[in-house]
């Protein structure tokens, strides 16, 4: 599994360790490094801090590099909704605009690199050949638990199409993780070892992700989780729901380590997932539901069937006899509740959701207000029931976080296009720049260019917008100005 092998000299230790932490700026906002950081940092750390900052500059600015357009030559650079055309403007924008994520991006190569020459130092005290092979400690460098790939080529690791067919998995895993950061760096060394794309939240209540890539890579994944110390008590092969895709469902990684690893805006600390409803397999969920639509009179009966989705997901697909919320994200999830606890009082209820980790939490929350008679909840979620019911009470397409956007399982459709009412569930983005809406638009009607999600943005489509426009172009969209605002999430 891991590789043995470490640099034995600090230089090749930096190396290495500045190698395999190329974060993902977008998700990983760690610490940021400040005159109390940096007095911290032993001598030797300091030494490097310039280093490690050139180092980090260097990253962010090849994060933005695009394909230039075959009739120029040269590399080009995308940030901001701008373009450029060569290094010295790209570094001035970067230096000017983003130098916040330069120094959070700094903080992280230190911070490890400091445990790993920590780990490295105590290790050559101790012996290093008598490691427990089976002891994962945070102070270790991320490099020594990298799966060996040697017997797959890289054609094999980097294709998700043609031949050998390309996966999505999708996993959570709620356990007590002592140092979430380390994790962010091995589970990012990790997908870039296996050239995998997709996100992954880490916290210290666990970790959720969905990855995308070749099977091989996959596979290998899922190895390398199932046999890490962290989690080989908590995770089994069951828990890896699947489908067909790869990495190009993803358009990047990100790895971040967050308060929560699903947002329901609430401490873990208040809510935990220790406190969950009752897990009901696939199976048992069925006969539930088979049993609550067989009543003559639901409303009356003492069993609630709740999808604890968004309403853009239940739209395209729910269970029959389903309560779904009108939220827009899950971190509306308590409101409604605590606005609706007549609802549930004094019933059973039947949670769902697209893999169960939002239940997890949902069903806590929901058991912590003490109006329920039993809270239960589907394991594994929506998508183990339609492995094992794929013509089952479940009717409509499953919506998914990435790029292909839902899932068929049957051929049911229950959800019509937004201009002409025609049965229709394939969802597409907004045509209007700016606007990342999602709309149902049928064949036809996009042939009559019906493209947009509301009248305001169907007016502004093909409306070039730049500079300040362009950032204040959402809040005069129909769909978004109905919508109430949250505050933006904050990492951990």
Known sequence: MPSSTSPDKEDGLETCVLKVFDLDLKESNLINPSSSLKAELDGSTKKKYSFAKKKAFALFVKTKQVPAPSEFKGKRWRCCQHLFADLTSIHRHVATQHAEDVYQQTASILKQLTAALSASQSLTATDKRSFPKDCLAPSQEVSSWLPDVSHASLQELKSDQGDEEGEVLLYYCYCDLEDPHWVCAWQTALCRHLHLTGKIRIATEGINGTVGGSRVATRLYVDVMLSCPLFKEYLSEDDFKSSRGGSHCFSELRVGVFEEIVPMGISPSQVSYKNPGIHLSPAEF?????????????????????????????????????????????????????????????????????????????????????????????????????????????????????????????????????????????????????????????????????TACCVVCQDKAGKPTSGPAQDSFKEE??????RPRIPQEQHA
Not at 395 to 422: H, I, M, T
Not at 477 to 482: G, K
Request: proline share 3%; net charge positive.
């Open 286 to 450: 069925h006969k539930e539901i088979e049993k609550l639509l067989s009543q003559s009179n639901q409303e009356q009966g003492d069993t609630i069937l709740l999808d604890c989705r968004n309403f853009y997901e239940s739209k395209i697909g729910r269970f029959q006899g389903c309560l779904a919320p009108d939220i827009r994200k899950f971190s509306y999830f308590p409101s409604y509740v605590d606005k609706n606890l007549d609802i549930f009082r004094q019933k059973r209820v039947l949670m769902y959701c697209t893999g169960g980790i939002r239940c997890e939490r949902g069903s806590a929350y929901l058991r912590a207000k003490g109006v329920c008679k039993e809270v239960f909840q589907l394991k594994g979620g929506i998508h183990k029931y339609l492995e094992e019911f794929p013509d089952g009470f479940y009717k409509g397409k499953l919506f998914v976080f990435d790029e292909r956007f839902a899932l068929a399982y049957n051929s049911s459709v229950v959800s019509e296009c937004s201009y002409c009412g025609a049965p229709w569930d394939q969802y597409k983005l907004c045509s209007t720049p700016q606007c990342r809406q999602l709309v149902l638009t049928c064949s036809a009607c996009q042939g009559q260019g019906f």
């Open 477 to 482: 969209c129909e769909c978004t100005a109905r």
